[in-house]
């Protein structure tokens, strides 16, 4: 429940009826413990850019990769320059963001990026990232990634919807 929906703790606490202080000790407790699980099923995302590539080959699937942006609530920053940092236009309040990239057949995550500010736009998350692809790979993108072109085998991104308003008339 942590991890999917990050609640604070002291909801937390409450919906398992014990202290927040006790809460706080089981999720440092067991995130390892679901690490190590993960891992040993071989479900663990990437988190090396570099290592993406390889950790893709070894899994034996399509490769047709799904690329996007998301976005977690975090709790309001108290200083000035690190509420403007983490302040998202889109989604109204203060996040932190990362990028995912997922398998399109069987919806596993694959890689998962480094953590930035709400700020940061897609794209520049996913240049910054320098992410290498299997070259034999069809990466779905939206338009979040405008302008974005890995070394893949095709990228497909959905057209804008005057572009396609334009084009049926």
């Not at 070894?58 to 940092?85: F, M, V």
């Amino acid at each position: 429940m942590y991890q999917k929906s990050y609640p604070a703790q002291e909801l937390l606490a409450a919906t398992f009826e014990m202290s927040q202080s006790r809460c706080n000790y089981w999720i440092h407790e067991l995130l390892p413990t679901l690490k190590d699980a993960l891992d040993i099923l071989g479900v663990l995302p990437e988190r090396d850019p570099e290592q993406f590539a390889k950790h893709e080959a070894s899994h034996n699937e399509s490769s047709s990769l799904i690329i996007d942006g998301t976005e977690r609530r975090r709790q309001r920053p108290k200083n000035k320059d690190k509420q403007a940092l983490h302040y998202s236009g889109k989604k109204k309040t203060h996040t932190d963001k990362n990028v995912v990239i997922s398998n399109a057949k069987t919806k596993r995550v694959g890689y998962l990026s480094q953590t930035y500010p709400g700020t940061a736009h897609d794209k520049r998350i996913a240049d910054h990232e320098a992410i290498r692809y299997p070259p034999t790979a069809t990466l779905y993108k939206d338009t979040g990634f405008q302008g974005y072109e890995p070394a893949v085998k095709l990228t497909r991104q959905p057209k804008k919807a005057e572009e396609w308003r334009t084009a049926c008339l």
